[in-house]
């Protein structure tokens, strides 16, 4: 009778022995499944938060992108306007030169011309004489109508700088009343078309 009661009560140790290990291990299975879950989750999140970077670094990047090949476009049109300008700058010139300068073998013809009435004007004694202001009239109608097409006279005033792009210097002399370099006679009037010189003007001038 005893002995079948111990028996009984080490049978019954060794089954909640047996329960015990089970539940142990049922426990060590689920510890090790929740910790494989979370580092599930832990990668799953770092996925969506690089996701979530990118999407929101790709917008920006577009801007960016649109913003340059905005700037490349309004360099093109500003380089493009600048062009065209000075196409329509070069070609008002050309045309206005090409105007000025058509009557040049005229104007060339025509200063002699103007030489010549100088002369008649100035061999008048009589300046009341009827026919001096006959020919003063069409002189001074003449040179308007010349002046109007661009020819005009270079000015050489005596005591002023000479320049030798506009005057030739026929005669150099010593001069008590002007500096070295100064024009001190006119010999013959020059004259200019446009900034184009036709005659140069004839002058002495101081050393």
Known sequence: MIKSDKDRLEKGVYVLDNEKKDNVEELEEDIKDNSQTEDL???ELDSVEGND???DSEPAFQIKKMESQLKEQEEA??????EYSNFRRRTTEEKESIGLYANEKV??????????MERALESFEDK???LYKGVELVYKQMLDA?????LEEIPSEVGSDFDHNMHMAVMQEPSEDYEAGKITLVLQKGYRLGKKVL????VKVSN
Not at 107 to 116: A, G, T, Y
Not at 146 to 150: D, Y
Not at 199 to 202: E, K
């Open 199 to 202: 005659r140069a003007s004839m």
């Open 128 to 130: 009341e004489n009827p």
């Open 146 to 150: 010349l002046a109007k097409a661009g």
């Open 41 to 43: 989750n832990e990668e």
């Open 77 to 82: 049109f500003l380089r493009l306007s600048a």
């Open 53 to 55: 970077e990118n999407i």
């Open 107 to 116: 104007m060339n013809e025509l200063i002699p011309v103007i030489d010549n």
